[in-house]
């Protein structure tokens, strides 16, 4: 079973979905990615999807469950790169990724992120 490699740069975890991903190796990504993020601390996860042409609801569900594990270990998903036919058969599907954010490509993601903290940290300082 091939593993989806986990970067990080800085505080941010990029994942970069390069291969079909089938039921075991998304499992296998949501373990290594939640270690990963209390491991290093992350604030950030992007998701790069651009190498993704086909979804179907087990994809769908699993970005989801992602953003939702990163959230509970105080770091927010992004993801980037989403073809129009993705969009579109994510919305047929009945899948809105709720609590998903996307940006059309890893450098909107990165300014996203860093958006998302400066906007984290001046709520804070009220």
Same mark, same amino acid.
């Given at each position: 079973?091939?593993?989806?490699?986990?970067?990080?740069?800085?505080?941010?975890?990029?994942?970069?979905? &390069?291969?079909?991903?089938?039921?075991? #190796?998304?499992?296998?990504? &949501?373990?290594? $990615?939640?270690?990963?993020?209390? /491991?290093?601390?992350?604030r950030?996860?992007?998701?790069d999807?651009?190498?993704?042409e086909?979804?179907? #609801?087990?994809?769908?569900?699993?970005?989801?469950?992602?953003? /939702?594990?990163?959230?509970? $270990?105080?770091?927010?998903?992004?993801?980037?790169?989403?073809?129009?036919?993705?969009?579109?058969?994510?919305?047929?599907?009945? $899948?809105?990724?709720?609590?998903?954010?996307?940006? $059309?490509?890893?450098?909107?993601?990165?300014?996203?992120?860093?958006?998302?903290?400066?906007?984290?940290?001046? /709520?804070?300082?009220?």
């Open positions: 079973m091939e593993r989806v490699p986990i970067l990080k740069l800085g505080d941010i975890l990029i994942v970069s979905i &390069q291969i079909d991903l089938q039921d075991m #190796s998304v499992l296998a990504l &949501q373990e290594d $990615l939640s270690e990963k993020v209390v /491991a290093t601390g992350a950030g996860v992007i998701i999807i651009t190498a993704v086909i979804v179907d #609801s087990f994809i769908g569900r699993m970005l989801a469950t992602i953003a /939702a594990i990163s959230r509970m $270990l105080d770091a927010e998903t992004i993801v980037v790169g989403m073809r129009p036919a993705v969009a579109i058969t994510l919305v047929e599907l009945g $899948l809105s990724l709720g609590g998903v954010r996307t940006a $059309l490509n890893l450098e909107k993601g990165v300014a996203l992120l860093n958006q998302i903290e400066s906007s984290q940290t001046s /709520a804070a300082a009220w």
